[in-house]
């Protein structure tokens, strides 16, 4: 009899946690300015962001935005990035992706430049501390892996920093021509040899 009562007090319990109560939705409801509103931003934001073109300057998106110096990537968005080189990523300039919540499946940072070995080391000791997947590689290379994993449906951010523009090449000044005379003590073989090089 015991488990019996305790069976028909457990019942009860559940039945009157499923008795859900729906407010009225009453016609004359308030519809001026502080109404409370949910927007469902998955729906608002659009299409993903895919970039078409990367050069000194900037970037250029699919939906024809540009983007100019280095940013930070989202899949539907994109937000300036204050850093003015690849050597000056450090703790303070990757702080953003310390406090993304959810974290990203994937991070993705577009260098400018080739750097060397010991850099590469130091830079990927400063991104495991954020604790997410992380591909360092060309800026060139970061946008195509962007483009690839938002085209799946992933969660991946991008920090990308415009290549640096190539250095002009040296132009030397044209040289006029000039006479060439071999030397030789016989009139006749000096003018033999006279040459003329343009």
Request: hydrophobic share 35%; proline share 5%.
């Amino acid at each position: 009899m015991n488990v019996t009562s305790k069976l028909y007090q457990l019942r009860q319990a559940l039945q009157s946690c499923r008795n859900l109560h729906a407010t009225h939705i009453a016609r004359n409801a308030y519809e001026g300015p502080g109404k409370t509103t949910v927007t469902f931003i998955s729906k608002e934001i659009g299409s993903r962001l895919m970039v078409t073109r990367c050069d000194e300057t900037g970037f250029l998106f699919n939906t024809g935005t540009q983007v100019v110096g280095p940013m930070v990537l989202f899949p539907r968005y994109a937000i300036c990035w204050n850093i003015a080189s690849g050597k000056h990523i450090n703790d303070a300039s990757l702080s953003l992706f310390s406090i993304l919540e959810p974290k990203p499946d994937i991070l993705i940072i577009g260098l400018d430049d080739k750097y060397d070995f010991l850099y590469l080391k130091n830079l990927r000791e400063v991104v495991q501390k954020l604790g997410i997947i992380t591909e360092i590689v060309s800026v060139h290379n970061a946008c195509t892996i962007f483009n690839f994993v938002n085209e799946e449906g992933r969660y991946v951010v991008a920090a990308l920093i415009p290549k640096k523009a190539p250095k002009p090449s040296l132009k030397l000044p044209i040289s006029k021509s000039v006479k060439q005379i071999t030397g030789s003590s016989d009139t006749t073989n000096s003018e033999k040899t006279e040459n003329i090089t343009n």
